[in-house]
């Protein structure tokens, strides 16, 4: 088991690869190596906005905005509180997020077994390939050996940067984002007094699963035992776990080879919860 808090995370600002300032705490990282390496972050929209021409990655994403609103697309508006997933070679955007907003993410691996770039490996190519060219709006442009001028996606640009490979992507699971209004389910009793779940839903043949644990003042969360990466979230709330007092904006992951755990809520606690995909 791993536990960070935002207070205690490594932090970094997302480079010249998209337009605007985003600072992002880095609280949780995987295996780089791993089909479902995974990044969770809470990122805070900075002075002036943030923003991201339409585009789509080869892996998954889900968004958990903690305070202001998130255009995902011109369309699609998510609230504060809102939940969304971003399946891989999905489209998105454009995005326009505005200064203040703040919102947890996480990024893993998806159901086609792509992986994710780490994002040191990702800034190491964003910073490379400013010396071949230049990003502006989220576009990475350069001119060949030839004089031909060539435009291309920032991310993608700094993935294949970064791999020596060109980006693939896998035939689309999904024909949109699926945006979920947690406040639209009910709590379900886990049979633990004081501690309950709100099941989102379960995603792709790899069984990713999005969710939500209350655990009340007072009561005991036991992590029990899993055959998946378990990642929690606490949006709200005071815990102690071995000893250790944490607050809010604290992440944890839970392993199939840990054991079971003791999360004992010092005042009620939001856990919001994702299962990584099976390999």
């Known amino acids: 088991m791993r536990i960070s808090d935002v207070a205690g995370a490594e932090g970094g600002a997302v480079g010249s690869m998209r337009t605007g300032k985003l600072d ?3 609280l949780l990282q995987g295996d780089d190596d791993s089909p479902n390496n995974y990044l969770l972050n809470v990122g805070l929209t900075g002075s002036g906005g943030w923003g991201t021409p339409r585009h789509r990655h080869n892996f998954d994403q889900i968004r958990y905005v903690l305070k202001g609103k998130y255009p995902a697309s011109p369309h699609k508006i998510m609230g504060e509180g809102s939940v969304a997933y971003f399946p891989e070679s999905v489209h998105y955007g454009p995005q326009d997020r505005p200064e203040g907003l703040e919102m947890m993410v996480i990024q893993f691996g998806g159901a086609s077994g792509s992986g ?12 490379a390939l400013k010396a071949k060219g230049e990003f502006k709006d989220g576009i990475f442009t350069w001119v060949d050996e030839n004089g031909q001028k060539h435009n291309k996606d920032g991310a993608t640009a700094c993935y294949e940067e970064a791999t020596g490979k060109k980006l693939v992507l896998a035939p689309a699971r999904y024909d949109d984002v699926v945006m979920m209004e947690p406040e639209a389910y009910e709590w379900v009793a886990t049979g633990t007094p004081g501690v309950s779940t709100k099941l989102l839903g379960i995603f792709t043949e790899r069984n990713t699963k999005i969710g939500f644990i209350k655990v009340d003042a007072g009561a005991t969360f036991n992590t029990g035992s899993r055959d998946q990466i378990d990642v929690l979230f606490m949006s709200k709330g005071n815990i102690t776990v071995d000893g250790k007092t944490y607050g809010d904006k604290t992440a944890i992951e839970l392993l ?22 099976k390999f």
């Open 24 to 26: 992002q705490k880095f």
């Open 116 to 127: 994710f770039l780490s994002t040191p490996r990702r800034e190491a190519a964003n910073e």
């Open 256 to 277: 199939p080879s840990d054991g079971p755990v003791d999360i004992k809520a010092n005042e009620e606690s939001l856990f919001f919860t994702v299962t990584l995909p």
